[in-house]
């Protein structure tokens, strides 16, 4: 079946303008999370999504940053405001079911180069 | 302290060699533990978990955890030129999944 499909693949944009990443879970997969990975550094936690619900919202790093998953499926993240210090690769991941032996399958990634 | 550490290596190995990749983690509340292999400009892929102490087999590759030790690793066996890539040791705690990842190990094998 398909994967987690992620778009746009790549995203450059100027300081200061808001941007939106779009993530499609693989289907029947409640439970989607959003990492960052920054240049030669491991993945940093966003926020994880449970159905529509956002239990854990810990990871995102300001205001800027907010994200909504409708249906139970598709997920966005919203940077508004981008600053230079935003430009990483922006992965997303699902997983069946809740619980912490769960493995989570990662899409392709968007990577976003703030100018 | 980091809560998920690993070396960064580069661990260059001859083709043919066993990699020995390691990680160690804080949390000891910790139930999961797992390894992705990421390529260059790629996104990570799982290729091993494991939840109990003791070792996990899955073809050239063994994952060991020591929970005692907080300590889990991932052997390679006969390594190959295509198993060059980052290897990242993740750790999930005790709800719902999150994951926390070490920087990686980066594993060169040369022919």
């Known amino acids: 079946g398909a994967g987690v499909s992620q778009s746009p693949s790549n995203k450059v944009t100027e300081k200061g303008k808001d941007v939106e990443l779009r993530c499609d879970p693989i289907?029947?997969?409640?439970?989607l999370y959003w990492y960052r990975q920054s240049l030669g550094q491991g993945l940093e936690f966003l926020i994880y999504?449970?159905?529509?619900?956002?239990?854990?919202k810990s990871g995102l790093p300001s205001d800027r940053f907010s994200a909504e998953r409708t249906g139970g499926s598709v997920s966005t993240l919203t940077i508004q405001r981008t600053q230079q210090e935003d430009s990483a690769v922006y992965l997303c991941?699902?997983?069946?079911?809740?619980?912490?032996?769960?493995?989570?399958?990662f899409g392709p990634g968007t990577r976003l180069l703030v100018l | 302290q980091k809560e998920v550490e690993q070396n960064s290596g580069p661990l260059s190995v001859p083709e043919g060699a066993i990699a020995s990749l390691n990680c160690t983690y804080s949390?000891?509340?910790?139930?999961?533990f797992f390894w992705y292999r990421q390529y260059s400009g790629k996104s990570p892929e799982l290729i091993m978990f494991?939840?109990?102490?003791g070792d996990k087999e899955d073809g050239r590759f063994t994952a060991q955890l020591n929970k005692a030790s907080q300590y889990v690793s991932l052997l390679i066996r006969d390594s190959q030129p295509s198993d060059s890539a980052t290897y990242l040791c993740?750790?999930?705690?005790?709800?719902?999944?999150?994951?926390?990842f070490g920087q990686g190990t980066i594993l060169t094998v040369h022919p």
């Open positions: 991941a699902s997983s069946s079911a809740v619980g912490a032996a769960k493995t989570q399958y």
């Open positions: 993740a750790v999930g705690g005790t709800s719902y999944g999150k994951l926390t």
């Open positions: 949390d000891r509340g910790s139930q999961s």
């Open positions: 999504f449970q159905g529509n619900s956002a239990p854990d």
């Open positions: 494991i939840y109990s102490n």
């Open positions: 289907s029947g997969h409640t439970a």
